[in-house]
């Protein structure tokens, strides 16, 4: 006589419905989740397009003052001092480049961390609403099984 496979799909069924999961938080933690993406992604991209204008800025100066540099010149002398005078001009564009990009970097630091802060605060405020939330459905399922 083969077994008879015991259905288990009204037990699963009830056992589930004794124990009701409210999605609503995982909800609220995606869509918390992507907003804060979203705003990183946005001051990551922001940094980004401002740091290519620098770099294109600078490659862009550079070449005009090379071109200084590699015209013909009426003295031998006059050589010497376009490569001096190209030669400083860099440095000073360097210096220049290197702050922009430190004020970018610096931007972006700060931007960071009014987000985390932010971020923080609001986990905050949800746990709190969530446990709540959860101490009250406790304690009203404990009132129901106590008034059986």
Do not use: H, R
């Amino acid at each position: 006589m083969p077994a008879k496979t015991t259905d288990f799909t009204k037990t699963m069924t009830d056992m589930m419905a004794a124990f009701p999961v409210d999605m609503t938080a995982m909800n609220d933690a995606f869509k918390s989740s992507a907003a804060m993406g979203e705003k990183m992604s946005k001051v990551m991209l922001d940094a980004a397009e401002k740091s290519t204008e620098i770099s294109s800025k600078f490659t862009k100066d550079t070449i005009a003052k090379l071109g200084d540099v590699t015209s013909v010149k009426a003295e031998p002398t006059d050589y010497s001092k376009a490569v001096t005078d190209f030669a400083s001009a860099q440095a000073e564009m360097a210096a220049e480049t290197m702050a922009a990009f430190a004020e970018v970097a610096k931007k972006v630091q700060m931007e960071t961390v009014e987000l985390m802060m932010a971020a923080g605060k609001e986990v905050t405020e949800e746990a709190t609403a969530a446990v709540k939330k959860a101490t009250a459905e406790v304690t009203t399922a404990a009132k129901k099984a106590a008034a059986k």
